[in-house]
């Protein structure tokens, strides 16, 4: 099993540029997660989702949004990046709404 | 201020020696806490998990010791070995709502761990 699986694994945007990037697990997981991580600071969740065709709101969703059309996908869409959007995002998926197994990670600059 | 937290930010150990990584949380309603470890350019590792109904759950080389009166988790580990050199975040489960949804894991800022020769 590959687990989870994030790209790109970096990328550079221009501020108001947008871009997806893409989150896959095959573990058959229901629930899956995007975060970022900042310098100094925890993860903190943008969005989640419960099973496909199902998305919410985490603790930072403002300037982002996300689909789950396919269980083993979730995918994580900036429509006009903005500097204070540079940061590390992180995909997690779970089977129940506890152990969460994270993906590598995807760096994000927008200059 | 996230309820979770951390008492130091790093930790330096040598090798061979027992390290203790320590976190703090705030939420008594809080059932479930996992402790992830993070190595530079890597996505967070799990490492082990304590349910609210245990003081103490032991894996390999590493235990989880909550104290729950004092909303207190720990992070063991035993014969600390270069590998172990990492970032180091315990994350609290404030518990299940009624639909069974998922609730969000709150995670500290992590503790550096840095394993000496």
């Known amino acids: 099993n590959a687990g989870v699986t994030q790209t790109p694994k970096f990328r550079v945007l221009k501020t108001g540029q947008s871009m997806t990037l893409l989150c896959a697990q095959d573990m058959n997981h229901e629930y899956m997660y995007w975060y970022r991580q900042d310098p100094g600071m925890g993860l903190r969740l943008i969005h989640y989702?419960?099973?496909?065709?199902?998305?919410a709101k985490g603790e930072v969703p403002d300037g982002y949004n996300v689909s789950r059309l396919k269980k083993q996908n979730f995918l994580l869409g900036l429509e006009s990046a903005a500097p204070s959007q540079t940061s590390v995002y992180f995909c997690?998926?779970?089977?129940?709404?506890?152990?969460?197994?994270f993906g590598p990670g995807t760096r994000l600059t927008v200059l | 201020g996230e309820s979770v937290g951390l008492h130091l930010p790093t930790l330096s150990v040598q090798e061979g020696d027992n390290s203790i990584i320590n976190c703090a949380y705030s939420n008594s309603a809080s059932d479930y806490f996992i402790w992830y470890k993070q190595e530079s350019g890597k996505g967070p590792q799990f490492i082990i998990d304590?349910?609210?109904?245990?003081d103490k759950r032991q894996g390999q080389r590493v235990t989880v010791l909550l104290n729950k009166t004092v909303k207190h988790l720990s992070l063991q580990i035993a014969a600390t070995q270069p590998g172990d050199s990492a970032v180091y975040f315990c994350?609290?489960?404030?518990?299940?709502?009624?639909?069974?949804?998922?609730?969000?894991?709150?995670f500290g800022s992590g503790t550096q761990l840095t394993v000496l020769p």
């Open positions: 997690a998926s779970s089977y129940v709404p506890d152990t969460q197994y």
């Open positions: 304590i349910r609210s109904n245990m």
């Open positions: 994350a609290e489960n404030m518990g299940r709502s009624s639909s069974g949804s998922a609730r969000q894991l709150t």
């Open positions: 989702s419960v099973g496909e065709g199902t998305t």
